[in-house]
């Protein structure tokens, strides 16, 4: 158990629709990140927070936004939802602020399937 | 950040050392050398990280070569939970993200 917990495990929704996931960091950790793991793309980044605040933006699509709240999780937010967009969502965190070591310790993920 | 190349999949007998490449011929010398595995069904987890010094834990070793254009994840004694896919990931000191490539699929056979 890496102490980083994603909601909900699974969701099934239709094209078009708008879905939020979720992430609650370890205990401590100021960072988080979001990827997204789908068959043929790998893990892809998607965005980090520090602290409440946008840290990096990686290959995060328009329609999809993220923000860190003053508890410090994290909410994933796709909308517009197409077929391409179904994949793992994963969320890991870290103490770091992005700099030096800052091991990432990761969720189980959240499996979106878009009909 | 820094692109790494690894082979694509490896095979193993278990209870043999495993010892998976990676290329990174454009290091820097802030580039701190990660590897992360991701087992079937699961998130990615921490192996082990270095920056020149070769490294030990629980779990691996890495071998980071002289001139720091590669290193190898020894895993000393295979077992079936290895077989996962092993993410080598290079990230600088002031890096803000962490960008895996496709990694090694590692099989272990019985």
């Known amino acids: 158990d890496s102490g980083v917990t994603q909601t909900p495990k699974h969701l099934i929704t239709a094209t078009g629709q708008r879905v939020t996931l979720r992430c609650s960091p370890r205990?401590?950790?100021?960072?988080v990140y979001w990827y997204q793991q789908s068959l043929d793309q790998g893990l892809q980044f998607l965005i980090q927070y520090y602290n409440g605040e946008e840290r990096a933006k990686g290959n995060i699509l328009e329609r999809f936004s993220a923000q860190q709240f003053p508890d410090l999780h994290s909410e994933l937010n796709l909308s517009s939802l197409e077929l391409g967009d179904s994949a793992l969502y994963f969320c890991a965190s870290s103490s770091s602020a992005g700099f030096v070591i800052g091991e990432l310790f990761f969720g189980e993920g959240s499996r979106l399937t878009v009909l | 950040d820094a692109k790494t190349t690894q082979p694509n999949s490896m095979e193993s007998n278990e209870e043999e050392p495993v010892h998976l490449p990676c290329n990174h011929s454009t290091i820097s010398g802030t580039d701190y050398i990660h590897w992360y595995r991701q087992l079937p069904s699961q998130g990615p987890e921490y192996v082990i990280h270095?920056?020149?010094s070769n490294v030990n834990n629980r779990m691996a070793s890495l071998a980071i070569a002289e001139d720091r254009k590669s290193s190898t994840l020894i895993l000393h004694r295979a077992t079936l939970r290895d077989a996962a896919v092993y993410y080598c990931i290079l990230r600088d000191g002031y890096g803000q993200n962490f960008v895996f490539g496709p990694g090694t699929r590692l099989s272990v056979l019985p």
């Open positions: 270095g920056l020149t």
């Open positions: 205990s401590g950790d100021l960072s």
